[in-house]
């Protein structure tokens, strides 16, 4: 036996296996100094790690800890040279899952690095390096630190960009300027870069800016009211009205986006940072090359350009116009619509009325291409008292209506002249605007251009028949039709009216009639001149007064005026025979004389029908 077995000592050695002789003392010893060559590891937290090993389904990872870590191969595919030994970083997403195998994802880990620097560039506003993915609704979709964020089309550039596929596939510098951590949004911009760098620019331009300056400038913008000029760095307004002399309906008529153009500056405001620019102030105003033989009188042609509601624009050169009052478009005294004379577009020709050049104004008629129907020398004849014309109803008033005959030449109807029969008070009770009527010509005076007007004159004066038919103390049937505080309107056969005091409406059984009755009335007083007859239903059953009887004949108080002496003479000679003859024979003639009235009115009511 050897020295060195004789020195072993057996007696530490027993059967409990490996590490079973050990004391819990050394035990405790040794795990301490195990642990202490360990890692401590947090869930949900980013580290480094060495890769052990890598299979075509698993990559190992030592990451420090008691275990060894399983990545899944398919998350270092941008890694195809990965070996054992790289360091990479990874997230830890379970200590130990059910099979006691520590949980790593480096997908996780870079998302969670990226939102780490995400944070970091817009906390420190540092400049970010992407690449510009796909076009979106509004704007880009780019990739900064694998994560997508949005670029929307305002951002991309302090111009309007009209054409966002031309930024696919390119990298952009962005800086972040809003994080949405709920939706995990992030907001980027390309134009804050941009504005930095015109500052500078936009600040020395608006320092050497001054009225009357000419700048040289590109179309940015174009809306209906002008166009927005990019000066470089600074925009400007170019507002409708000054980018031509002539009328101009959308800037798009002469002008593109993109275009260069050299403008002037109108005005401008250096608080506001407003700057109002002119194209057309570069050229020379057009009116002073309207030709010198153009005065008041002359004749021009021009295209319309403008209708509005008191008249329209005639253009004879560009920018040189013209106002057509609508009263200076037709000899008629009603105005009308311009719209109802001329649209845009018209080229027509027209009369100077007036001319100032110094104000660069001038109005201008067409009705004066044509003569003044009042002027015409058939007028006198043509409208002669007496004449019969049909015109149309223009206009109606309380006291009539204006009747034209002919473009230009109007008439008074008065209302009073409109019926005999019927008692209008305002002629649309008679007429409507636009409808036709017969007149006759009642009075003409050519020199203050007014004509008078009858449509009743047309016929006969039924008034003269009516003396015969409606003598006083006759009886007619007639029905209420209304009543006032006084008088009641009555329907008289042949389409007239007639008034009866109220207390003519009392009936033998002394009741009052009411509207809608039909009775028998007497006529008690009949006023030829005023076209007015005064009946009485009492009347028909009560014997007449003193003052009813004395108006029943006026006819022979005036006789009895006029008569001469000798008339006198031979009344008092004839004896009470000749008397009674002759009054028998008066009544017999005055029956015949109101019974053919009445056959005249019944053939002329027929004829009406």
């Known amino acids: 036996m050897s020295n060195k077995q004789k020195d072993f000592d057996w ?8 590490g079973g002789n050990y004391s819990a003392e ?22 480094k790690g060495i890769v052990v090993s890598k299979t075509d389904r698993e990559v190992i990872v030592n990451i420090g800890f008691k275990s060894d870590g399983l990545v899944s191969a398919s998350e270092f595919r941008d890694m195809p040279d990965l070996k054992a030994g790289d360091e990479v970083e990874v997230y830890i997403e379970n200590q130990e899952d059910s099979n006691g195998q520590l949980i790593l994802s480096r997908k996780l880990a870079k998302v969670m690095g990226a939102w780490i620097n995400i944070e970091r560039a817009l906390e420190e506003d540092t400049i970010i390096n992407g690449f510009v993915k796909r076009r979106t609704k509004g704007g880009l979709i780019v990739d900064i630190f694998g994560i997508e964020a949005f670029l929307p089309g305002s951002q991309i550039d302090v111009k309007p960009i009209r054409d966002f596929d031309i930024f696919v596939g390119k990298n952009m510098e962005v800086k972040v300027v809003k994080i949405n951590h709920t939706n995990d949004n992030v907001v980027v911009s390309h134009k804050v870069l941009i504005e930095k760098d015109l500052e500078e620019q936009r600040q020395l331009i608006l320092n050497n800016l001054d009225k009357g300056q000419v700048l040289e400038g590109v179309i940015k913008n174009m809306t209906n009211f002008g166009v927005f000029i990019d000066l470089g760095g600074v925009d400007g307004l170019l507002h409708i009205t000054d980018i031509s ?10 002008l593109k986006l993109d275009q260069k153009i050299q403008v002037v500056v109108l005005d401008f405001d250096e608080n506001k940072k407003r700057i109002s620019l002119g194209m057309k102030q570069l050229q020379a105003h057009p009116w002073e090359a309207l030709a010198a033989d153009v005065e008041v009188g002359s004749k021009v042609k021009g295209k319309i350009v403008n209708v509005a509601d008191y008249g329209a624009f005639l253009e004879v ?39 100032d050049r110094a104000e660069r104004k001038m109005s201008l008629g067409i009705k004066q291409l044509t003569e003044d129907p009042w002027t015409k020398t058939d007028l006198l004849s043509k409208y002669a008292v007496g004449t019969k014309h049909k ?29 005999w029969t019927k008692k209008i008070k305002h002629p649309s009770e008679f007429v409507k605007v636009g409808d036709s009527l017969d007149v006759i010509v009642i009075e003409l005076d050519a020199d203050n251009r007014r004509l008078a007007l009858g449509h009743k004159q047309l016929e006969e004066n039924p008034w003269d028949t009516f003396e015969s038919v409606f003598t006083v103390g006759s009886s007619h049937k007639a029905t209420i039709i209304s009543k006032n505080d006084k008088m009641a309107v009555l329907e008289l056969p042949y389409g007239i009216e007639g008034l009866a005091p109220l ?21 008690t007083e009949f006023q030829k001149d005023d076209r ?14 003193a003052e009813e009887v ?10 009895a005026a006029k008569s001469s002496d000798k008339t006198t003479v031979t009344a008092e000679k004839s004896t009470m025979g000749d008397i009674g003859a002759l009054s028998a024979l008066k009544e017999q003639m005055e029956g015949a004389e109101r019974a053919q009235a009445i056959k005249k009115l019944e053939k002329k009511s027929k004829k009406a029908e």
């Open 11 to 18: 007696d530490q050695v027993d059967g409990k296996g490996f």
């Open 26 to 47: 050394q035990k405790k010893q040794m795990e301490a100094a195990i642990e202490a060559t360990l890692n401590s590891v947090t869930e949900k937290e980013v580290v």
């Open 245 to 254: 002399w002539g009328r101009i309906n959308h800037p798009q008529e002469v």
């Open 317 to 355: 050169l560009p920018g040189v116009e013209g106002l057509i009052h609508v009263s200076e478009m037709s000899w008629s005294q009603h105005l009308r619509n311009p719209q109802d004379f001329l649209k845009v577009g018209d080229e027509m020709e027209a009369v100077v009325l007036t001319l």
């Open 391 to 419: 015109g149309t109803v223009r206009n109606l008033t309380n006291f009539g209506l204006f009747l034209e005959l002919e473009e230009g030449i109007d008439g008074l109807v008065h209302v009073s002249d409109l019926s």
């Open 503 to 523: 207390k003519q409406l009392v009936k033998a059984d002394e009741s009052v009639a009411e509207v809608g009755e039909a009775l028998d009335f007497i006529v």
């Open 532 to 545: 007015k007859i005064i009946l009485s239903h009492t009347r028909t059953f009560t014997a007449p007064t």
């Open 550 to 559: 004395a108006a029943a004949k006026p006819e022979k108080k005036k006789a």
